[in-house]
């Protein structure tokens, strides 16, 4: 069973940076692809950033590339989230979610995955 959990939220401040973890305490996710959602208060559920099985092939939206960084470490079974150039905008409840393996131009939407984690908090102050 694949379970995920989300660790490394929290408040800083506009500019700021954080850096998400998503591991898998369960079976492996190695030979999944895996992606980031966040959702805001009032808002729906939006996708964020996607890497491939391998890390060769990543997806981002255009609200955060150039900002976000999204990598994996196989041997950690752990999928990072490097969050830069933090705006108001970026605060939302962090998801991280695992699917299986396909095309990367099919992984922006949330019906693509299988597991998801609890979620974590990202408030960014202006």
């Known amino acids: 069973q694949v379970q995920l959990v989300e660790s490394g939220g929290g408040l800083v401040q506009a500019g700021g940076s954080l850096r998400l973890s998503c591991a898998d305490s369960g079976r492996t996710f190695n030979s999944y692809t895996v992606g980031w959602f966040r959702q805001a208060p009032g808002k729906k559920r939006e996708f964020v950033a996607a890497?491939?099985?391998?890390?060769?092939?990543?997806n981002y939206a255009d609200s955060v590339k150039g900002r976000f960084t999204i990598s994996r470490d196989n041997a950690k079974n752990t999928v990072y989230l490097q969050m830069n150039s933090l705006k108001p905008e970026d605060t939302a409840v962090y998801y991280c979610a695992a699917g299986v393996s396909r095309p990367m131009s099919t992984m922006r939407t949330g019906d693509r995955y299988d597991y998801w984690g609890q979620g974590t908090q990202v408030t960014v102050s202006s």
């Open positions: 890497i491939s099985w391998s890390g060769g092939s990543t």
